[in-house]
T-cell receptor, first 116, second 115 residues
């Protein structure tokens, strides 16, 4: 099973709303990632969790708050977002630990977020 | 700092023909991995092929092969016998041994397969 699942598939939220994106994998991967992808652009790394601990935060605004409750789950909590935050949010996982360069990342289908 | 360059914003290929998508990279790390991903219009990123910096042979996966020229720092993707379903965005990516698991992507190439 090489599946990463993400919910919801689509989300429309107002700037004052609080919502959460969810990601799940059952491949035993110990690294999980959040990416943001704007239209016609490559994915941009937001956060990396390694062994359920936040290892990379790419200077993401605090209105995005990641959470890794256990090794299979990754959440992204959203609060007071701006219209420019509208994008495709991709979750990924990999076996790779720090110090390994060869493990591919498996991506979920993404959540298309629209902030109104 | 690592950098990935894909110079072809768009490419067209006739069905059943082969096509090469270019990728060059820049890194000072001697150990790194190179990846190609396909992204159809539906949005999911699909892993295609991997090449390690110390691999002696070019990677192949079915109709996909990677033309790895280490001295030139290039890792071009070759798709043989193109199919209509190959129409998608293709991203080249790299991860360094010392890179803390972060994968950096090139700008992408949109491939259109013509019937």
């Amino acid at each position: 099973d090489t599946e990463v699942t993400q919910t919801p598939k689509h989300l429309v939220m107002g700037m004052t709303n609080k919502k959460s994106l969810k990601c799940e994998q059952h491949m035993g991967h110990r690294a999980m990632y959040w990416y943001k992808q704007k239209a016609k652009k490559p994915p941009e790394l937001m956060f990396v969790y390694s062994y359920e601990k936040l290892s990379i935060n790419e200077s993401v605004p605090s209105r995005f708050s990641p959470e890794c409750p256990n090794s299979s789950l990754l959440n992204l909590h959203l609060h007071a977002l701006q219209p420019e935050d509208s994008a495709l949010y991709l979750c990924a996982s990999s076996q790779g630990l720090a110090g390994y360069s060869d493990y591919e990342q498996y991506f979920g289908p993404g959540t298309r977020l629209t902030v109104t | 700092a690592q950098k990935i360059t894909q110079t072809q914003p768009g490419m067209f290929v006739q069905e059943k023909e082969a096509v090469t998508l270019d990728c060059t990279y820049d890194t000072s790390d001697p150990s790194y991995g190179l990846f190609w991903y396909k992204q159809p219009s539906s949005g999911e990123m699909i892993f295609l092929i991997y090449q390690g910096s110390y691999d002696q042979q070019n990677a192949t996966e079915g109709r996909y092969s990677l033309n790895f020229q280490k001295a030139r720092k290039s890792a071009n993707l070759v798709i043989s016998a193109s199919q209509l379903g190959d129409s998608a965005m293709y991203f080249c990516a790299m991860r360094e041994l010392l890179g803390n698991n972060d994968m950096r992507f090139g700008a992408g190439t949109r491939l259109t397969v013509k019937p």
